[in-house]
């Protein structure tokens, strides 16, 4: 099923319903898709997104202190002699 952004915000209970059916709504904003409505629990493994950047730090030593960490990155910058 398709609708439009207009159609979204007006008549977003009728869409729910939609959704709540089984159905995918795709919204559409300007003419071109923009948006799926799914079912939150019908969302696959595939279809999950993990961040990359996730667990970034956690082994980086030098900032396991931070409030030094930070002074040293800041060395220089912030010191007025």
Known sequence: ???????????TK??????SRGEEVIIT??????????RFNSISETHKVTNPLKG???DHKESEEVYKYIETIRKGRTDVD
């Open 29 to 38: 904003y300007r003419g071109k898709p923009f948006a799926k409505l799914v």
């Open 56 to 58: 970034i730090w956690k």
């Open 14 to 19: 009728e869409l729910l319903e939609s959704v």
């Open 1 to 11: 099923m398709k609708a439009t952004a207009k159609d979204l915000r007006f008549h």
